[in-house]
């Protein structure tokens, strides 16, 4: 379990491919990752166990299943990744809850200059745009944050410059594919609602506030 917040970059040392599957050895560079053999570290937003450990690194591999599904299966040595090591009991939930398993790859459409920050324009597979929702959360890359506005199938975030200097978002440019991860809270809630416990439906919703077009 992650919180969205990374912890800094590492960078692709090597990546050797067996078969379908790929084994990736990350440098930690300006990440901050207290890792155990058998632990979990989030790269870009995917979920990975660290087979092996040393002091400035670790190596995971990624199934052929994982690199069809996530960014992992366009990295090569020399790219730049955000790294979270998971939380741990007592740590503070400053972003939201993200589980590490990406939904999807959407697509930076558009980077543009607002003052100091930048708004990004990402579009998303269709099945995934009905679980983001304005001022609510979704992650990219592995980053938590909150969405601007919602379209169809894209989605607008502001990305301070702090979030630039120490993620790789700072580098993102128009059709950069990037791993979507939406909340949880949004699919649960789905399901609540198609089982019709407790009387919520999409007019109870609405009417409340928290969910749109519902007539």
Not at 50 to 68: K, N, R
Request: glycine residues 14%.
């Amino acid at each position: 379990m992650f919180s969205g917040l990374v912890k800094g970059v590492g960078r692709i040392a090597s990546r050797t491919n067996t078969g379908a599957d790929a084994r990736f050895v990350v440098e930690l560079g300006s990440a901050i990752a207290p890792l155990a053999v058998g632990g979990s570290i989030a790269v870009n937003g995917v979920c990975l166990t660290a087979v092996a450990v040393t002091p400035g690194g670790f190596t995971a591999d990624a199934s052929a299943a994982t690199l069809a599904v996530t960014t992992l299966g366009l990295l090569a040595a020399g790219a730049r990744v955000n790294l979270e090591p998971p939380l741990r009991a007592g740590d503070p939930l400053d972003g939201h809850i993200v589980t590490g398993h990406v939904d999807g790859v959407g697509k930076v459409l558009s980077v543009d200059a607002v003052g100091t920050s930048k708004r990004l324009v990402v579009a998303v597979p269709t099945a995934l745009a009905r679980y983001i929702a304005a001022k609510g959360s979704v992650t990219v890359d592995g980053v938590s944050l909150t969405v601007n506005a919602v379209g169809d199938a894209q989605f607008e975030v502001n990305i301070i410059p702090h979030t630039q200097s120490v993620t790789v978002i700072g580098e993102y440019g128009r059709g950069t594919a990037v791993n979507i991860e939406v909340d949880m809270l949004a699919r649960y809630l789905e399901r609540f609602v198609q089982t019709g416990a407790g009387g919520v439906d999409l007019a109870f919703l609405g009417k409340h506030g928290y969910a749109r077009d519902h007539r």
